[in-house]
Structures are given as structure tokens and as C-alpha cells.
């Protein structure tokens, strides 16, 4: 089963699960709450008849990838994807994100810019957290 280390957590390496099948422009699908990489079977096949290299993988904490104590914030889930697109070297990709899924897909765009990305797609978007509390000092 094909893993990638991705960052540190309560001192140990977090390892994602991932499966990479095909050929051609890459697809990073990436589930949500409280699903695992699985949950895209159906458009993986699609994809993969419709030419593409179809990615998809557990996050942390979902699946088969590591259930670490802590890391379960989108700027961590963000560094794991883009931890992914390095380790893959994948370029000109298309990520697409589904709920949960699509806040790391944000994320990650306003992080990491789209050096590796060609488009994003989201789908059943969560909304942010607007409120300006004092764990949100961003907030409105």
C-alpha cells in the first residue's frame, strides 16, 4: 500500500494514504468529512476512461493514513496536499474537492499559489467561520 510521509505529529511522521492509477493530466480528488479517498470510486472510473491520472487519498485522520492527536486544521491539511503534489511531482493538475474537501482546496490556492495547479473545482462547499471571536481575530 503506497503511503507518503507528510509532516510531523506528537513527534511521529504522519503517513497519508493514497492511490495514483493512470495516465495523462492529472485529478486530485479530495473527500470530505467523514468520508476517505474510497468515496470517489465512481468518478475514478470516469476519469480514469476519460484518459486522466487519477489520484486520491485518505487525509489525516480518515481511512487508512495516520490518526494523529492534532493537525486537523486546513493550513495543516493545506501542507499535506501540497506534500502530495511535491512527492507525486504533479503538475498542470486539477484538484477537486468535496466539502470538507474544498476548504483544503482553498486553502491550499491561497497558500501555495497555482504553480502546480491548472484548475479547482468545488463541490458542496462548507462555508468559513465568519465570527470574530478571539480564536478568530480575522473575523467579522
Not at 58 to 86: E, K, V
Request: charged fraction near 20%.
Amino acid at each position: 500500500m503506497p503511503f507518503i510521509d507528510v509532516a510531523e505529529g506528537n513527534s511521529a511522521p504522519v503517513r497519508l494514504y493514497y492511490e495514483d492509477h493512470g495516465a495523462g493530466r492529472p485529478v486530485v480528488l479530495i473527500h470530505g468529512w467523514p468520508l476517505n479517498g474510497a468515496s470517489w470510486e465512481k468518478q475514478t472510473a470516469a476519469l480514469l476512461a476519460a484518459g486522466h491520472r487519477v489520484i486520491t487519498y485518505d487525509r489525516r485522520g480518515f481511512g487508512r493514513s495516520d490518526q494523529p492527536a492534532d493537525g486537523y486544521d486546513y493550513d495543516t491539511f493545506a501542507a499535506d496536499l501540497h506534500t502530495l503534489l511535491g512527492t507525486l511531482d504533479l503538475r498542470d493538475a486539477v484538484l477537486v474537492g468535496f466539502s470538507m474537501g474544498s476548504g483544503e482546496v482553498t486553502r491550499y490556492l491561497g497558500t501555495y499559489g497555482s504553480e502546480r495547479v491548472s484548475k479547482a473545482v468545488v463541490i458542496g462547499v462548507v462555508p468559513p467561520f465568519l465570527l470574530k471571536t478571539g480564536d478568530n481575530p480575522g473575523g467579522v
